[in-house]
């Protein structure tokens, strides 16, 4: 085994009675900077080219929810890699409800743009969004054709010239992941320990890697809408239409909760979201109805408490997480879905036989790795998570995420503890040149 000789790196630490070593500087060897900024350099890279933000009107809130996508990313690269494959299942549904109204021209790239609140209608007080499920109706009831989508800035070429995808540095998370992975596959294969950093690094590249394989079509960093007027309607279509809505909080009339600091932490609605809204809503009207033909004492009582029953459903459901019932119920998807979202925590796991400074930090490394891998599947096998008590299921499903939440504080801990005294084989290194071809 050919490494380079590891008396540079003690003559450049601190070594500690236990045989471990502090801060290490630049060597023949590895040095503890270029571990930190190498480790941490392919996280940003890699998180910012994954990222693929809806367009806003208003450029400090466009540029800060990149940022707030950016930090959750980091926190819970699981939950973004859900994310892009619920925005793919919405494209994919919309691209087939369409499929026979536009004779097939409708193709991912535009639902993606439409699923991004990047089409817009003008109001007499500014601007609304026009959902996916909106634009579809619009086409099914004939107010609108596909042959005036370039009219409404769906041309292919309109949305190239919008999103901002930067070739280069696709490139270079590319080379720089391949780099990294490739790096760590040498030093296991020398027997060399990788560092909790580089361990907790590995970790990211799966998720990012599936992520921008969902959104690999979705334009990015479009910096403006389309916006649009409306085809002439009735008066009962235009109520249709907009209750359509899936929220209204990203549209722009100056209203209560439109434009918000906080909204940049809000995930974008989804349009099965909304109908699964209308349709408890429809069950609650339902039951009404049913009540109404057992009599008019029932009828008075039961009225007159409808509309107080259907605000009160609105108000008090706080939904924690709703997956997608397409993708949910999906026999290879939702698996697969599952075994990536417990791959993060797996992967920390590279460092199980990692030299710790305790024994007590080894083992709680382990055990976060393992219940961030446990927590994490439990959570994905709640369709829907509510703010509302309904027993042991409650519990379990808001305890879940929790635990995944504090196993990942408790990891990035040991990460940064984990500096202070670390292995010496962390810092040796591999020749490169024992792989070299020689002609001779």
């Known amino acids: 085994m050919n490494r380079s000789c590891a008396s540079a790196n003690e003559r450049n630490s601190s070594t500690t009675s236990e045989g471990f ?30 990222i693929h933000p809806r367009v806003g009107k208003r450029s400090l809130l466009r540029v800060l929810h990149k940022v707030a996508l950016f930090l959750k990313t980091l926190i819970a690269p699981e939950f973004i890699a859900v994310e892009g494959l619920q925005e793919w299942s919405q494209a994919q549904r919309m691209v087939k409800d369409c499929a026979s109204l536009t004779e097939n021209r409708l193709k991912l790239v535009h639902a993606f743009y439409i699923g991004m609140l990047a089409l817009r209608y003008r109001t007499p007080r500014g601007d609304r969004v026009i959902w996916p499920n909106q634009y579809t109706w619009l086409l099914q009831h004939g107010l609108v054709r596909w042959n005036d989508h370039e009219k409404w800035g769906l041309s292919e070429e309109n949305i190239r010239d919008k999103s901002n995808a930067d070739g280069t540095a696709k490139l270079l998370a590319l080379v720089q992941v391949s780099w990294f992975a490739a790096q ?24 990012f890697a599936i992520t921008y394989l969902f959104w690999w079509v979705k334009p990015k960093d479009v910096l403006s809408p389309s916006v649009v007027d409306l085809p002439g309607m009735s008066d009962d279509q235009r109520s249709v239409f907009e209750s359509m809505a899936v929220s209204t909080v990203f549209d722009d009339e100056g209203a209560e909760k439109q434009g918000c600091f906080w909204s940049i932490w809000y995930l974008t609605p989804r349009v099965f979201e909304k109908e699964a809204a209308d349709k408890a ?11 109404d033909e057992k009599g008019p004492i029932q009828r008075i009582g039961r009225a007159a408490n409808l509309n107080a029953r259907i605000s009160s459903k609105k108000s008090k459901e706080t939904v924690v997480a709703h997956w997608d019932p397409d993708l949910y119920r999906s026999k290879f998807l939702w698996p697969m879905s599952c075994i990536f979202g417990a ?51 409650t519990v379990v499903s808001l305890v879940s995420p929790l635990l995944y939440l504090v196993s990942r504080v408790v990891m990035i801990g040991g990460v940064i503890a984990a500096f202070r005294a670390s292995d010496p084989a962390v810092d040796e290194t591999y020749v490169v040149s024992t792989y070299w071809i020689h002609i001779t």
């Open 184 to 207: 760590s596959i040498m030093r296991h294969a020398h027997k060399l320990p990788l560092s909790q950093l580089e361990s907790m690094t590995l970790s990211y590249i799966p998720l």
């Open 343 to 393: 791959s993060f925590g797996a992967l920390h796991l590279i460092s199980w036989d990692t030299r710790f400074p305790t024994p007590f930090e080894s083992w709680l490394w382990r055990v976060a790795a393992l219940v961030s891998i446990v927590s994490m599947l439990i959570f994905m096998q709640f369709e829907k998570v509510v703010l509302r008590w309904d027993g042991i299921k």
């Open 281 to 291: 809503l429809l069950e609650i009207q339902q039951r009404q109805l049913e009540a």
């Open 21 to 50: 070593v502090g801060w290490v500087d630049e060597s023949p060897g590895r040095g503890t900077l270029g571990l930190v900024v190498t480790c941490l350099f392919t996280i940003f890279l890699c998180t910012w080219v994954v």
